[in-house]
């Protein structure tokens, strides 16, 4: 191998290197909770019902990524309907998710109670 070769390989080999240390920096640190507040009030202007969210994380549920909430509130007493559910589990599509737009599989309520 010559000696340009080498010196190309050690900085791919450093740029992939540093990559991956961005993504697990950036794994480490994102928390979906600092967006909670944010998802409860799109959550409430859409369906025009107050929303109450407990914690947010990301999960693998089978192939895909899931967007598990641990306790979630639609409506309350001074609404004609209220749901509450101890968890919810969303299915993200992997093709939404590279092209940055959240595109929902499916939506499972796990033990909703009216």
């Not at 791919?12 to 950036?26: C, D, E, P, Q, R």
């Not at 999960?59 to 909430?69: D, Q, Y």
């Not at 639609?74 to 599509?93: H, R, S």
Request: proline share 4%; hydrophobic share 45%; charged share 20%.
């Amino acid at each position: 191998m010559s000696k340009s070769n080498r010196i190309y390989l050690f900085c791919f080999l450093t740029v992939i290197l540093l990559i991956g240390a961005w993504i697990a920096y950036f794994i480490i640190s994102f928390d979906l909770n600092d967006y909670r507040r944010h998802a409860e009030q799109r959550l409430a202007s859409i369906l025009s019902l107050p929303v109450a969210i407990g914690e947010m994380e990301y999960k693998f549920h089978g192939s895909r990524l899931a967007l598990e909430i641990t306790g979630i509130q639609i409506g309350d007493k001074n609404t004609p309907a209220e749901i509450n559910a101890p968890k919810l589990l969303v299915d993200l599509q992997w093709s939404g998710l590279l092209q940055r737009d959240f595109r929902f599989g499916t939506i499972s309520l796990l033990r909703p109670y009216i």
